[in-house]
Structures are given as C-alpha cells and as structure tokens.
C-alpha cells in the first residue's frame, strides 16, 4: 500500500495550484487523509485533512484560501491551493493511515506519500 503526492510547482503570488495525494494496494478503507507542509528552516506543519466522513480541518495558515476534498471512492484526495502566497513556498506531503487485512486480521499502516515542491514567487 502507498499514497502518491504530485501536482506540485512553481506559480507567481497569487495564483493556484492542486496537489493530489491518491491512495493505491489493496486497501480496505481510509479514516483521514493529511496533507502537510514544511518550508525550509521550520516544522513540518498540518495544514489540512479530511475524513471519511468528509470533515475537514484547515489550519490558520490556509483556510479560506485552500480546499480539501477527496473522489467519490475516497482514496484521492485533492488539495486546492488559490491565492497563493510566497509563504506558502514549502514541500508539501501527505500521509494517511490506509486500513488493510493480512491474514483476516485488519491492519492500519501510518504511511506517507513522497514529497512534492510548491513555490510561490513574489
């Protein structure tokens, strides 16, 4: 089982981009979805996720200006980024904890997609 980020790259201030962040293996279901970022020099940051359900958090650093949603089969989710902003120049990566059975016995997997270069020129 692994997540796949991509979508990642280099837009002026102001502009959009959309990372997505897909799910693939024999995967039995997924809770929650996060997209992370991490800029040079700082901590890695939550900024988003999203569950089964289809709640969604948005840290303080985004909200309003990204959107996370997931496909109808819930193992891609996409993270609409407008409005961008030079801070927001980060490497961006998602991670999930995919549920699978091996051997009949249900297993949930902390996994983490590779990640993917967002740069917003001023």
């Known amino acids: 089982v692994q997540l796949q980020a991509s979508g990642g790259g280099l837009v002026q201030a102001g502009g959009s981009l959309r990372l997505s962040c897909a799910a693939s293996?024999?995967?039995?279901?997924?809770?929650?979805i996060e997209w992370y970022r991490q800029a040079p020099g700082k901590q890695r940051e939550l900024i988003a996720d999203?569950?089964?359900?289809?709640?969604?958090y948005y840290s303080d650093s985004v909200k309003g200006r990204f959107t996370i949603y997931r496909d109808n089969a819930g193992y891609t989710v996409y993270l609409q980024m407008n409005s961008l902003k030079p801070e927001d120049t980060a490497v961006y990566s998602c991670?999930?904890?995919?549920?699978?059975?091996?051997?009949?016995?249900?297993?949930?997997?902390?996994?983490w997609g590779q990640g993917t270069q967002v740069t917003v020129s001023s």
């Open positions: 991670a999930a904890d995919l549920l699978y059975y091996t051997d009949g016995v249900p297993v949930a997997e902390r996994t």
């Open positions: 293996g024999t995967i039995s279901g997924i809770n929650k």
């Open positions: 999203i569950t089964r359900g289809g709640n969604t």
